[in-house]
């Protein structure tokens, strides 16, 4: 090779490593740009979210653009801080996309780009300060006749009823031995907490009681519940129970031996032979009230899907996440009566009334002394549905 041809060759070298430095630059700018517009993309994720099309802010956080903000303006307002760059609106954001759609923290972590441990901390943040949020309270003693048991309604007999006491089973993953495992299997032998709830008529949360072991039994929850105070009946007041509870002035509870389903009732109405007796038709009023606390508890897992999913949190997460979600239902309620609107035909899922057949009443039975005036005020009010039908 002549020196010609090799100069031409040195030149033609330097000409290329230029190039591909050139070309590296570019490229690296370009990295640094997409780095830069993929955080203004993470920073602008939630405003995103909640513009356009209303029912993209449903999907993501099951619930209105207007109820987010509000909600998010309530949590500032109980403590809650922009931590660590991420702001209010996306710790919030992230917190719903858990609790709505059981999503995992690492599927969180890519989506709002940051790292599974500021996930984490954000999610607990925003599960404290939900928690002491003030939806959730006891009627007083005063406390004014609901509509649907009011005069002149086919349920005014039970103008003293304040709402509806029932329990439901929520998935429950505790780190326990094999031996203490079997506290938390239910009657379907399924790992579960068996969670207590006192509802009014409107479907709201007067009380949530988590946490307990899923083979607890019902009445032993509800006396434990009395005696400690979580629930307190005022004087002249009581609450709807199924026949799974024992009757008593505080819970009154249907007759046994007689239908209690509505699809029962149903079945009845198809033969032209719907009540049998006085106790069919109290029975029937009856559970057409206390209906909605199923109608609730179905709403509230529908909407929140981690109730059906539980993750492996640590235990006194999981029960925490129960009341975050109750507090959070009685939120939107409140917002949605507020605005005159309503969303719970986008998550509610027809359920029926499932009552155990046993008439056998455990041993945390709720027992108390003037049981004689529990059964008057059931036979009372029976006979007063009986002559007005």
């Not at 405003?47 to 619930?63: A, H, I, N, T, V």
Request: glycine share 6%; with cysteine; charged share 25%.
């Amino acid at each position: 090779m002549s020196s010609n041809e090799e100069r031409a060759l040195i030149l033609l070298t330097m000409e290329s490593a230029q190039w591909m430095c050139t070309v590296m630059q570019i490229c690296m700018q370009e990295l640094m740009e997409e780095d830069n517009n993929s955080s203004e993309t993470a920073e602008e994720w939630i405003p995103g979210q909640l513009e356009g099309d209303p029912s993209r802010c449903f999907e993501s956080y099951r619930m209105s653009t207007e109820n987010f903000n509000i909600l998010c303006d309530e949590l500032k307002a109980k403590g809650l801080a922009c931590k660590g760059g991420v702001i209010v609106e996306e710790q919030v954001g992230m917190f719903l996309q858990i609790l709505g759609h059981a999503t995992n923290i690492q599927k969180i972590s890519e989506d709002f780009q940051h790292s599974t441990e500021t996930v984490w901390r954000c999610f607990r943040d925003v599960l404290h300060y939900v928690r002491c949020m003030d939806y959730i309270n006891f009627p007083s003693s005063n406390a004014r006749v609901h509509q649907k048991v009011s005069e002149g309604t086919i349920h005014a007999p039970f103008k003293d009823a304040l709402g509806v006491i029932d329990c439901t089973y929520v998935p429950a993953l505790p780190k326990l031995d094999t031996d203490s495992l079997t506290r938390y299997r239910n009657r379907k032998r399924m790992l579960s907490q068996n969670v207590m709830a006192a509802v009014d008529f409107d479907g709201n949360f007067l009380t949530v009681i988590a946490g307990w072991e899923g083979e607890a039994d019902d009445n032993r929850i509800l006396r434990r519940a009395v005696e400690n105070g979580v629930i307190i009946v005022p004087p002249g007041k009581y609450y709807l129970v199924d026949r799974g509870y024992a009757n008593t002035p505080q819970f009154l509870s249907p007759y046994r031996g007689r239908p209690y389903r509505l699809a029962e009732f149903h079945a009845h109405h198809q033969n032209q032979n719907l009540y049998e007796c006085p106790e069919d038709l109290f029975n029937h009023r009856h559970v057409q009230l206390a209906s909605i606390v199923e109608e609730t508890f179905g709403i509230l897992k529908s909407r929140f899907k981690i109730l059906q999913m539980m993750p492996r949190y640590e235990y006194k997460i999981q029960v925490k996440i129960v009341v975050a979600c109750c507090i959070l239902h009685n939120f939107i309620k409140h917002q949605n009566s507020l605005q005159d609107v309503s969303d719970e035909s986008l998550f509610y899922v027809p359920v029926e009334y499932d009552i155990p057949l046993g008439d056998n009443v455990g041993v945390g039975d709720l027992r108390v002394n003037n049981v004689q005036t529990a059964g008057n005020l059931r036979d009372n009010i029976r006979d007063i549905l009986w002559a007005t039908r």
